[in-house]
């Protein structure tokens, strides 16, 4: 089992769509989808948990994807993952 959740029903939160961006679900209120959005801009090794409708971390920039993970995580009291270097986990 791996060392943190992983939310493998990404595809219940986030439809990429090549011409128009990113189309979010209800899930997310306009400050987690502007958060999201952000982080799909940011360097490599990134990572972003979130709880949907509550919570939502994201970081860049860390050593490795692993790390990544792990930050994002820390203080994201039952978030999940839910996209690593901008992919699905």
Request: proline residues 7%; negative net charge.
């Amino acid at each position: 089992m791996a060392p943190y959740n992983v939310r493998m029903d990404v595809k219940r939160l986030f439809a990429f769509d090549d011409d128009a961006g990113v189309t979010c679900t209800p899930h997310m209120n306009p400050k987690s989808k502007s958060g999201f959005l952000d982080y799909l801009d940011a360097g490599d090794h990134k990572a972003f948990a979130m709880l949907p409708a509550l919570n939502w971390k994201w970081v860049s920039k860390s050593p490795s994807t692993d790390v990544a993970i792990k930050q994002a995580l820390e203080g994201c009291v039952g978030c999940s993952i839910v996209s690593v270097d901008g992919h699905a986990p």
